[in-house]
């Protein structure tokens, strides 16, 4: 069993910047890596970034270069730091193992809110 707890999420302007944290616990020797998706409404959930235990990164083209995901592995957290936000990225955003094979284990989420 692993455990994900999302932090950070909240209200900002355009342009403006938030840090998404996630701090897992558990079996977390099992992680291969640890994602990020989103979820607008309406929308379906998709992929924004991942790192993996190598630390190999990946991002969408529509955060590249504003978005950066980092971990911190003696506190078992992968951060998302996110700047130049835009109104597009408002979206409830979820840490995820479900990259690295079964059984996926996801957080709650965080909502996050950019107004233009």
């Known amino acids: 069993q692993v455990q994900l707890v999302e932090s950070g999420g909240g209200l900002v302007q355009a342009g403006g910047s938030l840090r998404l944290s996630c701090a897992a616990s558990?079996?977390?020797?099992?992680?291969?890596?640890l994602a990020w998706f989103r979820q607008a409404p309406g929308k379906q959930r998709e992929l924004v970034t991942f790192?993996?235990?190598?630390?190999?990164?990946n991002y969408a083209d529509s955060v590249k270069g504003r978005f950066t995901i980092s971990r911190d592995n003696a506190k078992n957290t992968v951060y998302l730091q996110m700047n130049s936000l835009r109104p597009e990225d408002t979206a409830v955003y979820y840490c995820?193992?479900?990259?690295?094979?079964?059984?996926?284990?996801w957080g709650q989420g965080t909502q996050v809110t950019v107004s233009s």
């Open positions: 558990g079996s977390i020797f099992s992680i291969k890596s």
């Open positions: 790192i993996t235990n190598s630390g190999l990164t």
């Open positions: 995820t193992t479900v990259l690295s094979g079964p059984p996926g284990y």
